[in-house]
């Protein structure tokens, strides 16, 4: 008999986190479910992990060439077929209810879609024990608080396989904020979602992880904005996509200006401050342009440095 729900994990040089959140699927207090691990194109050891693990009949391994968190999550998705689906990223874990609290809300109330939860925060951080949303939330999981990032969005969600296949999957394209992705598509059709105010996952942060890609996750964001703007959104909704849109841009100027700041590519860095500065105020990146244009102009380089123009 196919399991309930499917637990969708994938993979990317994840060798020294992935037996942690293995361990926090198989210990589910819930045991009607699969693990598919999609290894997607690993240069570590996380495919010799993994299989330490394959004598529980409930987990599987795949393996593909490097494509992205999203195709890696479809292709899990793909070879399942329970009613159920849950995500988690190799480096998470769950806590040992959480298949059987999400699950309990979708059999409880068959109109939501989906459900998400709270998660607590570890890993490469000063927040460790913090919850993501807290005890006081405030927000409904609705299309404009999830755009307008009043609600949160993390990978704690459990999804009924039919909005899954309804929406086409994660959306390939996405190498980053494919969760929110997802999310939106699925308001966008038509589905509901709510949230579950307790701390069901634990949530890593850490350098080097895809959410921590700041020009990737920038790029994705403007993208997915321009998209729902394509739907023709209400009047209110493409307001808060144009806004999206403009912090997006001006947060990805700062950022390339200050990676060509430090990197002594002065053109692009007054290029970039440039940028910035149409969709916001910067006062440390327009001082230092102003200072650093008249020496690009003339073609010299300011005292002391080495010319990388």
Not at 87 to 113: C, H, Q, R
Not at 210 to 220: A, E, G, Q, V, W
Not at 281 to 308: C, E, F, Q, R, Y
């Amino acid at each position: 008999m196919k399991p309930t729900v499917a637990v969708i994990m994938p993979a990317y040089n994840s060798a020294h986190y992935i037996s942690e959140a293995i361990k926090s699927v198989i210990g589910q207090t819930m045991p009607d479910f699969e693990l598919v691990v999609v290894d997607d194109g690993s240069t570590d050891h996380t495919a010799d992990v993994v299989r330490r693990y394959l004598g529980d009949r409930r987990v599987r391994l795949l393996s593909q060439e490097n494509a992205g968190p999203s195709i890696a999550r479809n292709r899990g998705i793909a070879a399942t077929n329970s009613r159920f689906i849950s995500l988690i990223d190799s480096d998470d874990k769950y806590e040992p209810e959480y298949l059987a609290k999400m699950t309990g809300a979708l059999d409880a109330n068959p109109e939501m879609a989906f459900y998400c939860c709270d998660a607590m925060l570890f890993g490469d951080t000063e927040t460790v024990g913090l919850r993501v949303y807290g005890e006081k939330r405030g927000y409904p999981l609705t299309l404009k608080t999830v755009l307008s990032r009043d609600f949160q969005v993390h990978g704690s969600t459990t999804i009924r396989r039919k909005w899954v296949e309804k929406i086409g999957g994660y959306n390939p394209e996405r190498r980053s904020a494919e969760d929110l992705d997802l999310w939106v598509r699925m308001l966008c059709e038509g589905a509901r979602g709510d949230y579950l105010n307790k701390p069901l996952i634990w949530y890593r942060r850490r350098e080097g992880s895809l959410s921590t890609d700041t020009r990737l996750l920038h790029d994705s964001e403007i993208a997915l904005y321009t998209d729902v703007l394509s739907r023709k959104p209400s009047a209110e909704i493409e307001a808060i996509c144009q806004s999206s849109i403009a912090r997006s841009r001006h947060h990805r100027a700062i950022f390339l200006a200050k990676s060509a700041l430090r990197s002594r590519r002065y053109r692009d860095f007054i290029a970039a401050s440039s940028e910035a500065r149409r969709y916001g105020n910067n006062w440390k990146l327009a001082m230092a342009s102003a200072l650093l244009k008249p020496v690009v102009l003339i073609g010299a380089h300011p005292p002391g440095k080495a010319g990388h123009d």
